[in-house]
């Protein structure tokens, strides 16, 4: 089957960096992605990593590595609009071709 | 571009009635999705379409339909409406098989089922 773990909560300090971890079970994986969803509101996407390594953008890095089934989001300089849930999604091709996502990271962010 | 819209934006259905869920996108993307997503959890792909004329099955197809007579169109189907079925739902959609992995949402569907 298909699975993946992440945090369900984590908690920081304005202005800090956090790290949200993500680590997966597929067959077939292709690609791990990461999403943001505000309460109320729709996801959005964030980053994609189909190869190991470090992808920045911005504030948001990504990282994946796929001998250990492992990937992070890395949040620097946290404002208080980053509280929101992120999800881990990772690509799979067998005999589908679609997207799986994780259960969600709350991330708490304290003044 | 609107993106992806969806209608309604909510809706209460009692027990046994039938509704559509409509959902359309005009950034003419091949791939398009319907996802669920109950409180506090992560999103569960119910249909997905790869072009006009294909849909298949994601991981709860169980108590729904789509179908894909458009690239702009994939309306939801819900014929016997449960409790189980209340929920979220979040239509998506995708460039082509190469950037799958970049999915743009809708704002999504309330739907409560008494």
């Known amino acids: 089957g298909q699975s993946l773990e992440q945090p369900s909560e984590v908690t920081a300090v304005e202005g800090a960096i956090v790290q949200i971890n993500c680590t997966y079970q597929?067959?077939?994986?292709?690609?791990l992605s990461w999403y943001q969803q505000h309460d109320g509101g729709a996801p959005t996407f964030l980053s994609y990593n189909a190869l190991d390594g470090l992808e920045e953008t911005g504030r948001f890095s990504s990282f994946l590595s796929r001998s250990d089934s492992y990937g992070y989001l890395l949040l620097q300089e946290l404002q208080m609009k980053d509280s929101a849930s992120y999800f881990c999604?990772?690509?799979?091709?067998?005999?589908?071709?679609?997207?799986?996502f994780g259960k969600g990271t709350r991330l708490h962010i304290l003044p | 571009n609107a993106g992806v819209t969806q209608t309604p934006k909510f809706r209460i259905l009692k027990i046994g009635q039938s509704m559509t869920l409509q959902c359309t996108q005009d950034?003419?993307?091949?791939?398009m999705y319907w996802y669920r997503q109950d409180p506090g959890m992560g999103l569960k792909l119910i249909y997905y379409?790869?072009?006009?004329?294909?849909?298949d099955k994601g991981e709860v197809p169980n108590g729904y339909n789509v179908s894909r007579s458009t690239t702009e169109d994939f309306p939801l189907r819900l014929e016997l409406a449960a409790p189980s079925q209340t929920s979220v739902y979040f239509c998506?959609?995708?460039?082509?098989?190469?950037?799958?992995?970049?999915?743009?949402f809708g704002p999504g569907t309330r739907l409560l089922v008494l």
């Open positions: 998506a959609s995708s460039y082509s098989k190469g950037r799958q992995e970049t999915q743009y």
């Open positions: 999604a990772v690509r799979v091709m067998n005999r589908d071709d679609k997207i799986i």
């Open positions: 950034m003419n993307h091949n791939y």
């Open positions: 379409s790869v072009g006009a004329g294909i849909t």
């Open positions: 597929t067959s077939g994986f292709y690609g």
